[in-house]
């Protein structure tokens, strides 16, 4: 093959152009594209010498499982098509939803001319973080009180985990933690990446489609002391699936007695049950026994602030002098890994949450989104019903939260989406913020059609 | 019942291990901390000067620490277009998550400033790109990916540079190198000894350049070095790795400042660039920025960039939307656009004007030394040779506040207090 086959509209003074790009193709289309299968090829020096690319050995990442449902959904034509995959709530309109208090807010913020732009501290927005404290800890908490919180503004709730899994990583004794199984697709990245070791535990029974508990609290029996443990608040994604109240309690005497660090991710606050002191039960259960925790949390959901990015990480220690020096390293990972965090969604929260006529007018908001999901579990449930669809499908409307763990498996998910258009994630998850009572009736359809075929 | 025993069970095993006492279920207080091994981190050696500042009651303070622009006034500036870019956005119904890589519009228009309008690596798709926080986020990004594709590789760094550079690389586990730069006694680049160490360095090194307004020492190349720096770096099949957090702040001229970049990319080098628009748009708190990675063709761009992605994904999951917003609004009107380039110009023509002042003020007021270093210098910094004794005397009896390392931010120097600083300035150097 000669260069000249190749259209020369690149400016190459690579030795064998073809041959490179025969060898990419090949590459490409023959190794395994697991997206943690990492590389070790080494750049071969010479490559950069006749001016090939020192990243010529790299094969293309698999679509990330959650959002790559989206991008297969904006590929469909069909005008049937429903988008059950990544939580984004949407209205009964199937509309993305700007909440009000999220728009006043944001007026507020353009009208005060006396706000500039510059660089937050390294640790955010102060006054942010002392008001998500107090909304995810409760106002009257012991532990702010003392003293002994310290809160960093991050980016979201992937942020507060990444941030809080390098901390941990980097001063915590031991290097391992503990996810639920299964868990949000994220969250093992998250933590490998951190430095930390990642291991399961039992959390979802698929014959019961609910928690097993018992398996649950075998394995964090069976954890090495001091491990850490990551628990889900409310909201348990992508199940649905949160232990009762009293199973909490045996968690967390379980826990305390082994040192077990609880890592907690509280995404949906307000948003699972439609009361924010609710939601934030299982934490404050914890830190009310004086002990230290670690806590991520998201505005994504429960403020519509998707895309802006918001969030916090708070470490609960048992002294302020403890906290001060928690503050100061958190700082030294945060540095090198975007300096400071973005002004913007924390601006818009502060707002929101130091105004008593505005938090109050969220928290109606909020109740509203948490009502129409539930109200979308009832209306399942009952078509299915209606149309005799074989099996106990009682777990949509048990189930809390933005998910609903169907119980589908693979061969069936990938039937929905060739003959009904409907798209969601290969684990059967569905994301009721993305149903109406509109769609319901063709999700039930195709639940049945499944439910009744060998597929 | 098995539930009681189990407990119970628990409760004697952990009675047996040695550091946890105190009552099970209620008082965990008598425990200690699991942190109380933590030692205080030191404060950031740039970051806690304006935190310093901030704590200084005095009057007659001065803060030539952080870069961040200030007017005449000593205000900190919201540019016109970017003001008017928010109110475009303002009831915007928009707040749904960015893909992993950000905005692509954002992405697009950024990729022009650097690569210029009609760059054929544009056109043929050959550029990886995503949006970034800001310059640090590029960097760390560039980082890593470095590290999981090139694990065997180390980066030069130059000396001195951004002390978070250092950090950067560290927590992406890449080892680091340094090279020559800086040259103390001329005050300007010590141009033979950089080149000895890109020719000494095995071939295929991976080194960070500064495209322009090198941040501490305001030292630059010329055009001419540049081009040396670049056969010299094909002859050795070195990468390139661009920090241009600059662009358009350090001569008023975006495509003058990206020069470095245009002779690297007309000599065939596949390149890495990071991008920072807290700068020349004043959008700091913003974080937006983009990193780009030059590919032998498109094929390959979209390999490169699926991997950024994942690096993303595990570390933000996408980036924020407000000041990427703002970017576009601004870049892809050609009013906004034309109003941005003559604010960036008159922030440009302000230092320029202020380092002409201060050395000049210097130099009327007798100084021994030669001040001819602060307006060869360029861009918002300018490293005086100010001795870190030096710098404390300016802090504790002046109470002007500036890194250790002697690096004046000139951003933060007016007409109201040039003349301030040059007389503290001239007071700790006359006996020099």
Aim: hydrophobic residues 40%.
């Amino acid at each position: 093959m000669t260069s000249s086959e190749f259209s020369s509209s690149s400016s190459s003074s690579s030795s064998s152009p073809s041959d490179r790009r025969i060898g990419a193709l090949l590459r490409h289309l023959t190794a395994a594209t697991d997206s943690d299968n990492l590389s070790s090829v080494y750049a071969s020096p010479t490559s950069g010498v006749s001016g090939g690319s020192v990243f010529a050995h790299l094969v293309q990442a698999p679509e990330d499982p959650i959002l790559g449902v989206t991008v297969a959904y904006n590929k469909d034509p069909s005008p049937v098509k429903l988008n059950l995959g990544v939580g984004a709530y949407r209205t009964e309109e199937g509309k993305p939803l700007v909440l009000n208090v999220v728009r006043k807010a944001e007026q507020q913020l353009i009208n005060d001319r006396t706000r500039i732009k510059e660089y937050l501290p390294i640790v955010g927005l102060v006054e942010f973080n002392k008001l998500s404290a107090k909304l995810i800890l409760g106002a009257d908490s012991p532990a702010i009180r003392e003293n002994r919180v310290t809160t960093v503004e991050c980016l979201s709730g992937t942020g507060s985990l990444r941030v809080g899994g390098e901390f941990l990583a980097k001063h915590y004794h031991q290097k391992t933690i503990y996810i639920t199984q299964p868990t949000w697709g994220n969250h093992p990245k998250i933590f490998t990446l951190a430095g930390l070791t990642v291991k399961t535990y039992r959390y979802y029974d698929p014959s019961t489609r609910g928690l097993n508990f018992q398996g649950l609290i075998e394995d964090l029996g069976a954890a090495t002391p001091g491990s850490i443990v990551l628990l889900h608040a409310c909201a348990h994604n992508p199940t649905g699936v949160d232990p009762t109240i009293q199973q909490w309690e045996q968690i967390r005497q379980l826990m305390r007695s082994k040192g077990l660090m609880p890592f907690f991710d509280s995404a949906y606050q307000g948003f699972a049950s439609g009361s924010l002191d609710t939601d934030a039960k299982p934490i404050r259960m914890f830190v009310a026994d004086g002990g230290e925790c670690l806590v991520a949390q998201s505005y994504a959901k429960n403020m519509g602030l998707y895309g802006e990015r918001v969030g916090a990480l708070s470490i609960v220690c048992k002294s302020s002098d403890v906290a001060g020096k928690v503050e100061s390293q958190l700082k030294l990972v945060i540095r090198p890994m975007y300096s400071s965090p973005p002004i913007h969604g924390a601006s818009i929260v502060a707002v929101i949450l130091r105004d008593r006529n505005l938090f109050n007018e969220w928290t109606l908001e909020l109740k509203a989104m948490a009502d129409r999901i539930i109200s979308m579990r009832k209306q399942l449930f009952e078509a299915l019903r209606a149309r005799g669809t074989p099996g106990d499908w009682s777990h949509i409307i048990k189930q809390i939260g933005m998910f609903t763990f169907t119980g589908l498996n693979p061969a069936q998910v990938s039937y929905m989406t060739k003959e009904y258009h409907i798209y969601m994630t290969s684990d059967g998850r569905i994301s009721m913020a993305g149903l109406s009572s509109k769609t319901v009736p063709h999700l039930a359809d195709a639940i049945h059609a499944v439910a009744t075929k060998a597929v | 019942m098995a539930m009681a025993m189990m407990i119970r069970n628990a409760a004697a095993s952990r009675r047996a291990m040695t550091p946890i006492s105190g009552d099970f279920g209620g008082g965990l207080r008598s425990m200690s901390s699991w942190w109380k091994s933590v030692e205080p981190a030191p404060k950031d050696p740039i970051l806690g000067v304006t935190e310093a500042f901030l704590a200084d009651p005095s009057p007659d303070k001065v803060n030539v620490g952080v870069g961040a622009y200030r007017d005449d006034n000593g205000k900190p500036v919201v540019l016109d277009c970017v003001r008017e870019a928010e109110r475009r956005l303002a009831g915007s119904t928009f707040m749904e998550y960015l893909p992993m890589g950000g905005s692509a519009k954002m992405v697009d228009l950024t990729l022009k400033l650097a690569y210029g309008d009609d760059s054929e690596f544009i056109k043929d798709k050959r550029i990886a790109a995503i949006q970034t926080l800001s310059g640090t986020g590029a960097c760390r990004l560039f980082a890593d990916f470095q590290k999981r594709f090139c694990p065997g590789s180390q980066i030069y760094i130059p000396v001195p540079t951004w002390s978070n550079h250092h950090n950067i690389w560290r927590d992406a586990e890449v080892p680091q190198k340094t090279y020559h730069y800086y040259h103390p006694e001329t005050k300007g680049l010590d141009f033979s000894a950089l080149m000895d160490d890109v020719k000494n360095a095995p071939d295929g090194s991976f080194f960070l350049l500064h495209a322009c307004a090198h941040n501490p020492t305001g030292v630059d190349p010329t055009e001419e070095q540049w081009r040396e720096i670049s056969q010299l770096f094909k002859a050795k099949g070195h990468f390139a790795f661009f920090d241009m957090a600059y662009q358009g702040f350090a001569s008023g001229d975006p495509a003058r400042d990206a020069k470095s970049i245009r002779i690297f990319l007309e000599d065939g080098h596949h390149i890495g660039i990071s991008q920072s628009y807290a700068k020349n748009m004043g959008l700091y708190g913003q974080r937006v920025g983009c990193l780009s990675v030059l590919c032998e063709d498109a094929k390959q761009a979209v390999s490169v960039k699926s991997q950024l992605q994942q690096l993303a994904r595990p570390m933000y999951s996408n980036p924020p939307l407000h000041g990427a917003q703002l970017v576009s609004t601004i870049l892809e009107d050609p009013e906004l656009k034309s109003l941005w380039l003559k604010e960036v110009k008159v922030m440009a023509d302000r230092i320029i004007g202020m380092r002409t002042t201060l050395r000049e003020s210097l130099e009327k007021l007798g100084s021994p030394l030669s001040w001819e270093h602060v307006t060869k210098q360029i861009g918002m910094f300018c490293y005086s040779g100010l001795t870190p004794e030096q710098v404390d005397r300016l802090t504790s009896e002046y109470h002007i506040y500036m890194t250790r390392n002697g690096r004046i931010s000139m951003a933060g120097v007016t007409t109201g207090n040039v003349g301030y600083l040059a007389n503290a300035i001239h007071e700790v150097t006359k006996s020099s």
